[in-house]
């Protein structure tokens, strides 16, 4: 079996901390994901392939901050190793989000 990647992206995260609402969801999420965070697993690439998880996330039409960027972070480690061992890469700077049309 080859090795998997578990991700999670998730939006917003410093307003749910403080009590907030997030200001969009992820349209591609489980049923029983929050609507913002989505998490996927994919089969690791062989070396120089490439592999795309979809992640659309759209803006609620109610909220009221639109000056302060929503910042999403990507966390991800391998599948099967054992807590101890797993890395992530929490706060990754990701290029800005692009709407989709």
Do not use: M, N, W, Y
Request: hydrophobic fraction near 35%.
């Amino acid at each position: 079996c080859p090795p998997e990647l578990q991700l999670a992206l998730e939006a917003d995260s410093e307003r749910r901390l403080r009590g907030q609402q997030p200001r969009g969801s992820f349209l591609e999420r489980g049923p029983a994901e929050p609507e913002h965070r989505i998490r996927a697993r994919l089969e690791l690439p062989r070396p120089r392939e490439r592999r795309c998880v979809p992640a659309t996330f759209r803006l609620h039409d109610d909220i009221r901050d639109k000056l302060r960027p929503i910042a999403v972070t990507l966390s991800f480690a391998i599948a099967g190793t054992p807590r101890g061992r797993r890395r992530g890469a929490r706060g990754t700077a990701l290029p800005p989000l692009s709407p989709a049309l």
